[in-house]
């Protein structure tokens, strides 16, 4: 079994930067894909960004692009997600989440941690 665990949400205004983690611990060898998702008011989770392995390969949605980046220590077992430039949009819930696989459904997620950006 996994457990992750987010940190790092808070309140920012906009413009500026907030750093997410997620812990996990158990069986973490076993996870090889790692994501962030988030949920605002209202709306349906989203995908944010995901990180395969050794952190080599990642993507972001197009509305995170350039301003999130997604990595992973994987001798601490974290992953994280740097955030610049925030937006009143990116405000949400945002979850971690793990796979074992390259693909399919994510076996794992955390509880989530809120991110509020006021303008």
């Known amino acids: 079994q996994v457990q992750l665990v987010e940190s790092g949400g808070g309140l920012v205004q906009t413009g500026g930067s907030l750093r997410l983690s997620c812990a996990g611990s158990?069986?973490?060898?076993?996870?090889?894909?790692l994501g962030w998702f988030r949920q605002a008011p209202g709306k349906e989770r989203e995908f944010v960004a995901v990180?395969?392995?050794?952190?080599?390969?990642?993507t972001y949605a197009d509305s995170v692009k350039g301003r999130f980046t997604i990595s992973r220590d994987n001798a601490k077992n974290t992953m994280y997600l740097q955030m610049f430039s925030l937006k009143s949009e990116d405000t949400a819930v945002y979850y971690c989440?793990?796979?074992?696989?390259?693909?399919?459904?994510?076996?794992?997620w955390g509880q989530g941690t809120q991110v509020t950006v006021s303008s």
């Open positions: 158990g069986r973490t060898p076993s996870i090889y894909t």
């Open positions: 989440a793990g796979r074992r696989g390259y693909d399919g459904e994510y076996d794992y």
């Open positions: 990180i395969y392995g050794n952190g080599g390969r990642t």
